[in-house]
């Protein structure tokens, strides 16, 4: 029954739990041995060993500090006790605590390679650092080679650094079995407390390197401890010296440690272009997510620097699969075509992989299907060699719809079908009679070949470019294919440029000369600032952008040529009436006003006084999307595609001009070029009908039918396709220009105010697809627009 007692009892009850006893328990039981004021007894009775520390100031009361049955554990944890403690109750105030020396010899049991100081630090008694017995250990290290100033740092105790290093002497060059110093430890702490305490008493291992190969700023990079990070270098920690995988920038690119980099590029700008020692690579390169990869471009860091194993960042990120990344870097002009390790570009890679994201986006920003590496490969090839399964068709079918016509080595006998042009047919018979007639023709002011007339004084071309907020950046795209297939800047083929609200946007800044491949990547970064929240969305980062891309003070009429138009409507009256902001002077003509009008209105600035990027905020002021700028709206409620509207203004402009004796100075049309934003896919539509709702049902139908009207009565508004395209083609056909529409046909709908990277590439990819199918139409268009 004892054994049984002893058992039941050891099953429920902890054996080292301490526990406030009375003296006279221990009259009948034999003393082992004593240490200062520990005791050790054997109950003969009951087999037990306690471990008693006496109190003389509380005869009353005594501490039991463990009751074990076995002889061998008692005589391994009393020399321990009798030991480490005595600093504890010689030090404490009395009466001695039970919850403090459980702490104390929990922390005994737990680490018994630790000494009197350690568990002095670890249980945060510093009172009895003072011990002179826990002085003489103050510099001792443990099994793993921490000291207590280790410790201490490790705990992020502030104070109990402070009185090591300056009341105990704590010394600060020793290190533990990883090499760490003191400040290494403290690096790991997501407070600076620590490090500024180091810092002030000059304590050595701020630059010094581990076992590792890292330094406490390696070591805060590593954890993403931004606070940490800014104390060491302002306590004099260098972010130049070399780690075992690079620069303290490299660790924090690492691991994705954003305030770490903030920190270190604040304090040395210069550690954007620093090279790691193994591959030679900058920061940029060891960036794995979007957001760190934004922070080091934002930066200005080189978005095309080839480490010295022959890779750009690109090449990186597209072997690791990262897309969202990769599409940071191709929004800020990294080069898809940059050949890397074996002369790979990053498409090469992606074609490895089967990544059917990236292919698209690398082809859409414009990497080149024919490029060879050093094996003579082109990337449909490996296309064809590598892709597996389902994915295989698809990918083939899917390169072959942008243009690859080939996915096996060429042979040099054969020109490659892309490249080649058949050669230039000589000039016959047919063709003498075609010059006699131009010839002849010349001598009435005009010449007539294959149905183009063109007159001896140079025609004027147009262009009008929809509205579709993001859309805008499908006409992008088919103005980059126009300006590759004529070799030549868009504002040098075209005399007029008319724009609605997105399309306004660009119309200004094909007039400035901005490059079409810069818009498109600035389209990309400029929906994350601006799109941001719900809607209506702030304006001003719509108008910050604005101000930075056409300057704060530019006015319309600061770049004469080609003339400019942008549409707006003007809502400080009903019915609101067609704005259009120019950089030439209106037509002078004698003007019937569209309404009579019982209110006089604040009259209209003219073009010299109009701002560049106010126009372009006018004509973009969708309502729900943007508010107004003060009195003007979005130019697409009245003209989301401007091609009537701009060829009535050139209209009324040479009329102008007759009226003052300058007909010299008009010039007929001969090419208007308009492009869309993309066709969305027409969808059925349940029930446009409104009525009287009488009972519950018929109040949800009613409720669908008001807003399919509202939606649709919107749509047929801002709509420019159908009839609009029609009467465009109309008057052209009647008065003998060439009118050339482009729009591509979109597999679903895209919003206005799309943020998906993966969503504006499928839409980019179907209006490169667009634009192989209609390649001979381009190839026409160019040379139309070249030869007037």
């Not at 600032?529 to 101000?547: D, I, M, N």
């Not at 009195?631 to 001009?657: C, V, W």
Request: glycine share 8%; charged share 20%; net charge neutral.
């Amino acid at each position: 029954m004892q054994f049984l007692g002893r058992f039941v009892s050891g099953l429920f009850t902890n054996p080292y739990r301490v526990k406030e006893v009375q003296p006279a328990e221990y009259n009948g039981k034999v003393r082992m041995k004593q240490e200062g004021r520990t005791v050790l007894y054997r109950d003969n009775f009951s087999q037990a060993w306690d471990c008693v520390l006496m109190m003389p100031d509380s005869p009353n009361m005594a501490l039991r500090l463990f009751q074990v049955t076995s002889e061998e554990d008692a005589a391994n944890w009393f020399p321990q006790y009798s030991l480490k403690l005595r600093p504890f109750y010689e030090t404490l105030r009395p009466p001695l605590k039970v919850d403090t020396f459980q702490q104390i010899v929990d922390c005994l049991r737990n680490h018994p390679d630790w000494s009197s100081a350690h568990i002095a630090v670890d249980t945060g008694l510093r009172e009895c650092l003072k011990h002179n017995y826990v002085l003489s250990q103050i510099n001792m290290r443990d099994s793993q080679g921490q000291t207590p100033l280790h410790l201490a740092c490790e705990r992020g105790d502030a104070n109990c650094v402070r009185e090591l290093l300056e009341e105990c002497q704590a010394r600060t060059d020793i290190r533990n079995m990883n090499g760490d110093t003191p400040m290494h430890c403290a690096a790991k702490q997501d407070s600076a407390g620590i490090i500024e305490v180091l810092c002030s008493q000059l304590c050595v291992g701020v630059n010094e390197l581990n076992k590792a190969g890292e330094t406490p700023l390696h070591v805060a990079c590593h954890l993403g401890k931004a606070e940490t990070a800014r104390a060491l270098m302002g306590g004099g920690a260098q972010s130049d010296i070399i780690g075992g995988i690079g620069y303290p920038i490299h660790t924090a690119m690492k691991y994705s440690s954003r305030g770490c980099a903030e920190a270190i590029l604040a304090s040395n700008v210069k550690q954007l272009q620093s090279e790691d020692p193994v591959y030679g690579g900058t920061p940029l390169h060891w960036a794995k997510n979007a957001e760190m990869t934004r922070l080091l471009l934002d930066r200005g860091c080189s978005v095309n620097y080839l480490s010295k194993t022959g890779d750009s960042p690109l090449h990186i990120l597209t072997k690791k699969g990262r897309y969202d990344a990769a599409m940071i870097l191709l929004t800020h002009g990294a080069d898809p075509n940059i050949k890397g390790q074996d002369g790979n570009t990053a498409l090469h890679l992606a074609m490895k992989l089967d990544h059917m994201d990236l292919i698209k986006a690398l082809i859409v920003f414009g990497a080149d299907l024919e490029i060879r590496n050093d094996l003579g490969e082109t990337p449909g090839l490996i296309a064809a060699r590598t892709s597996k399964g389902s994915n295989r068709k698809v990918l083939l079918n899917m390169l072959c719809s942008v243009g690859l016509e080939r996915c096996g080595p060429s042979s040099p006998d054969i020109p490659s079908p892309v490249t080649s042009r058949p050669p230039a047919p000589a000039i016959g018979f047919d063709g003498l009679v075609h010059a006699a007639a131009a010839i002849a023709a010349m001598s009435r002011g005009y010449t007539e070949v294959d149905g183009l007339k063109s007159g001896i004084r140079k025609m004027d071309n147009l262009l009008c470019l929809d509205g579709g907020g993001i859309k805008g950046l499908v006409l992008i795209q088919m103005l980059i294919a126009l300006e590759k297939e004529a070799g030549r800047p868009i504002r040098e083929l075209f005399d007029w440029v008319a724009g609605t609200s997105t399309g306004g946007i660009l119309a200004l800044a094909v007039v400035h000369g901005k490059s079409m491949e810069y818009l498109r990547c600035l389209y990309f970064r400029m929906k994350d600032q601006v799109f941001k929240g719900s809607r209506p969305y702030e304006s001003a980062p719509l108008e910050e952008f604005l101000q930075q891309e056409f300057g704060e003070n530019t006015k319309m009429t600061d770049v004469k040529h080609p003339k400019v138009m942008v549409t707006s409507v003007l809502a400080d009256r009903h019915p609101g009436e067609l704005h259009i902001f120019r950089n030439y002077d209106p037509p002078a003509l004698p003007r019937v006003p569209p309404y009579a009008s019982n209110a006089s209105f604040q009259p209209l600035t003219v073009p010299e006084e109009q701002v560049v990027w106010r126009a372009a905020r006018s004509s973009g002021a969708a309502p729900t999307y943007f508010r107004p700028m003060g009195r003007f709206l979005d130019g697409g409620l009245l003209a989301n595609n401007p091609t009537l509207d701009a060829m009535t203004e050139i209209h009324q402009y040479n009329k102008s001009l007759k009226a003052q004796g300058r007909g010299d100075k008009v010039s007929r049309l001969g090419v208007v070029v308009s492009l869309g934003t993309g066709k969305p896919p027409q969808v059925p539509v349940n029930s446009v009908d409104v009525f009287r709702p009488s009972n519950p049902l018929e109040l949800a139908k009613s409720f669908v039918g008001v807003k399919e009207l509202g939606k649709m009565l919107v749509d047929c508004c801002t709509d420019s396709d159908g009839c609009a395209v029609d009467r465009a083609r109309a008057w052209c056909e009647m008065t003998d220009i060439n009118y050339h529409r482009l729009s591509p046909q979109l597999s679903a709908e895209v919003l206005l105010d799309e943020v998906s990277d993966a969503v504006l590439v499928n839409m980019l990819w179907e209006t490169q697809m667009y634009l192989y199918e209609n390649r001979e139409l381009i190839h026409a268009l160019a040379q139309q627009l070249l030869q007037y």
